[in-house]
């Protein structure tokens, strides 16, 4: 008898898209995961917040035009000419929010510790939900178990959330604020510019472009150096490759088969993952609050799986990335 599974398969691998989905966005949240690791590398030699941000975004926009080249000889046969034009003008306003929210990053990580600045950052997906909402969206109730009982893993993941809110502290605990207001602020604003839009890619290119100039801007105000030492510039590097470009990709791919609300809700073991990484590489050790929590999160994650939540264009909101568009190359 002929199988009447329906569930969607890729194409290119072979798999069902949910488990193609769901390795794209582990890919991702890892990548996301050495960001901090690479900041605490480039801190140790003096590289401070505005050209860390500035020479990340230096490698990263050429990196997205090359992409944005590659999908437009990909899609030329494809593309129709009656395609909408992209907002140049908003994208680049985007890139300008895309710079504030890197240099926010930096300069929290560089004054309260990582995992008190993870626990901070990921409200966003609480911010991006009441704003949605606030724009008449409307999220299943599971929906809503399911995100606290994330917030509530990540904030068991971290130990140092209490000692990283104590002292002199509070420009890091603002900036961490700031930048998961940013990033919902950009979620919501790039589901409805770029929604229906083909030239992903392109506009991907452009937010970036427009980052680099605000960062620019900010790097000759502040008397941005350039780095002296070799091991700061593969650090750079590093960090535009693993910690930028490779995630925003995989988390376009992972989006396309789960939807956001799910994307989203897997991208919250980037905590347990940061601890780990920062066991390999800076010698932290996790304790059984931070595992006690994992667990939790990926409790959340089985609820979302099952249950699921409702259909509404909230699932668009993370459609590209948490930090930058995301290039359409197929």
Not at 48 to 76: C, D, G, H, K, V
Not at 130 to 146: E, K, N, Q, T, Y
């Amino acid at each position: 008898m002929a199988s009447t599974d329906a569930t969607p398969v890729s194409i290119h691998t072979g798999m069902p898209d949910r488990y193609v989905g769901l390795v794209a966005m582990l890919v991702a949240v890892t990548g996301y995961s050495f960001l901090p690791v690479f900041t605490a590398k480039l801190l140790e030699l003096n590289v401070q917040p505005a050209e860390i941000a500035l020479w990340r975004y230096a490698f990263t926009m050429p990196i997205f035009w090359l992409l944005a080249w590659f999908a437009a000889r990909r899609s030329r046969a494809r593309v129709q000419t009656s395609a909408p034009p992209l907002p140049r003008v908003r994208l680049l306003l985007i890139g300008v929010l895309l710079a504030m929210a890197a240099l926010c990053a930096f300069f929290g990580l560089q004054r309260i510790p990582a995992g008190t600045y993870v626990v901070i950052f990921y409200t966003y997906p609480a911010i991006t939900a009441l704003i949605a909402l606030s724009l008449g969206d409307r999220w299943a109730g599971w929906g809503w178990v399911a995100l606290g009982m994330t917030l509530v893993g990540v904030a068991l993941s971290v130990p140092d959330f209490s000692e990283g809110l104590s002292g002199g502290n509070a420009i890091g605990v603002l900036a961490a604020l700031l930048n998961a207001l940013l990033v919902a602020v950009m979620y919501t604003l790039n589901a409805r510019i770029l929604k229906g839009q083909p030239n992903r890619a392109r506009a991907a290119a452009m937010m970036t472009t427009g980052a680099l100039m605000a960062l620019t801007v900010v790097g000759l105000l502040s008397g941005a150096r350039i780095p002296a030492q070799p091991e700061a510039w593969l650090y750079l590097f590093a960090m535009a490759v693993v910690s930028t470009v490779m995630p925003i990709f995989m988390t376009y791919v992972g989006l396309q088969r789960l939807g956001a609300t799910r994307a989203a809700i897997l991208g919250s073991v980037e905590p347990v993952l940061t601890s780990l990484i920062a066991t390999i590489f800076i010698g932290q050790v996790m304790a059984p609050v931070q595992w006690a929590g994992g667990l939790i999160i990926v409790a959340s994650v089985v609820l979302l799986q099952t249950l699921g939540s409702r259909k509404s264009s909230y699932s668009d909101l993370a459609d590209l990335g948490r930090d930058s568009p995301t290039p359409d190359l197929s």
